[in-house]
């Protein structure tokens, strides 16, 4: 008996000497997801040598994600808002969105039940995940509780007037050298003091990754108005890079003499956006219509700016004179959230702005109560820069009308406003010299640009975004396109505007279009970027776009004159 036993024990001692890694972990290793524990009775984390391994269905459904099995179980589907996932089981690849993403190990099934690796939620998901093997705590926060988190942690220590605390654990060392604790304080306290003190935090967002930048938006909540919050968030080093609080557009009705419907760009494909067909009301006949195209960054279909919404007033104003127009959420908007930082680095303006520009063109062109041969483009700043390209690559417009827009290298208008903005600051200022130098020797790595090959520059940034994106519009040169134009094109600049230059921008664009008869051009003398007629506190810099306004009316006659002008 005793001999018996023995043996049995050893047996057992073997048994987990054959598995040790899955058992212990198995016991011990604890999940955490948003900070919350999280457990299933029958699927546990487990490590397989370096690799941790997660329970599929439980997890991703406590992130709110609808898991299905197809063909026999080989495929595997993840649904959720904005966000479709198809892999299969013993890949190491997933379809996100469209797009092909990759993680560290296969995905594996045992005992019935999927099981992917920790990176699988980092990489393919985009979420933040962690495993301490200290405490055996495997960690998976979303994207968007940490933007929650952010923006609590922030507001909280304003409002209880903390601003030494938010400076010294939560601001960069850039961003503590360019905002003082004293400056922090005062902008904050000159807030309160016209909107009433801080009551809460609303509709928290991720509006834009750049870089190792993340762009966190809230609406900001006071006694007596709202406010937008944005701050950005160093995703490396977990610091704020810079933050923002800036008034929020002005509510208006819209005209009694317009109809507005909601429309899908790009439906049933990964990256359909929601957008806005502003029409005449009690239109008969084919309507002459136009595409509005954003400028840079994640923008809305508004194109809202601080206290602006450009492209609302032009819609309302143009549908208002008996011309239709197609808005839309742009793709870094809508998705933003779920791109990944190869993504990112690897994005260019096609993917960006261009493929669905010409997805809206032909939106606008199907519908019966369009003239087809009547559809024109708006580009506004990177939109008008765009526009010849777009119309080229497949909108084909009938007109093209250029707002504020620029034939030159994006980089050099970069360039350009950076140099403004270190001329701007104080001479005593030690954050000028080190913002010059920095400037400099990114002026001369952009200007070496097209020595990198495509590999390297989706590798390195220029100005702090993806050196890809500049290299891909120099091989597109927004002239080159324009030269060949021969259909009617309207070119409108503020002389005002210190992010586009009349002085340089608009020039070229007189130079580029010389003795062709199918250019007009016009330059408003008290208008800015935006087609803003502002004076007054910060005029000339971005200060002044704090104040609302609207994209001046006189613009819009002019735009929707020389619509009805063409044949």
Partial sequence: MKKHLASTIV?????????????????????????????????????????????????????????????????????????????????????????KRSFDAASVQKQGRTYVPLAFFDKALGHQASYDSSTQQISITTAQFEAESWIKRVTELLSKADYQKLSDDYFSSDLKAQVSVDALGQGWESTTAQAGSFVRSEDIAI???????????????????????????????????????????????A??????????????????????????????GPLTAVVLVQGSGASDRDETVSGYTPFRDIAWGLAEQGIAVLRYDKRTFAYGNSMTKEAFMKMTVKEETID????????????????????????????????????AEGGDFAGLVLLAGSPRSLWEIVYDQNQAFIAAMDDKDPAKQTNAQFIEAEYKRAQALDTLTDAQAQATTIFSLPAYYFKEMDNHPTSEYAAKLTKPVLVLQGKDDFQV?????????????????????????????FFVDYSGEGEGTIAEYNQPGSFAEEVIGDIAKWLKQQP
Avoid: C
């Fill in 255 to 284: 005209p009694a003499t317009i109809v507005e419907e909601e429309v899908t760009v790009g439906e049933g494909t990964p990256y359909a956006l929601g957008g806005t067909l502003t029409l005449p009301k009690n239109a008969t």
């Fill in 11 to 99: 047996f057992s001692l073997l048994l987990m000497a054959a598995f040790p890694a899955m058992t212990a972990a198995a016991e011990s290793m604890k999940l955490f997801i948003n900070g919350s524990a999280v457990s299933a009775s029958d699927a546990q984390p487990y490590k397989n040598q370096n690799t941790v391994m997660i329970p599929l269905r439980s997890t991703a459904e406590q992130l709110g994600l609808k898991v299905t099995y197809q063909k026999a179980g080989s495929e595997i589907v993840l649904k959720g808002q904005d966000l479709a996932v198809t892999f299969h089981t013993g890949s190491n690849t997933a379809v996100v969105n469209g797009e």
């Fill in 501 to 529: 230059y009349a002085d340089k921008d608009y020039v070229l664009w007189e130079e580029l279009f010389k003795g062709k008869t199918n250019a007009s051009f016009k330059l408003y003398p008290d208008l800015n970027h």
């Fill in 356 to 391: 669905d520009a010409i997805v809206a063109a032909k939106l606008l062109k199907a519908d019966k109560r369009i003239d087809a041969s009547k559809v024109y483009v708006v580009g506004h700043s990177l939109g008008g820069m765009l526009a010849p390209r777009i119309d």
């Fill in 207 to 253: 509006s834009g990754v750049s870089g190792e930048m993340t762009i966190i938006t809230a609406t900001a909540v006071f006694e007596k108005t709202s406010f937008n919050l944005t701050i950005y968030v160093n995703t490396q080093s977990k610091l704020l890079e810079g933050m923002l609080i800036t008034p929020k557009p002005v509510e208006k009705e």
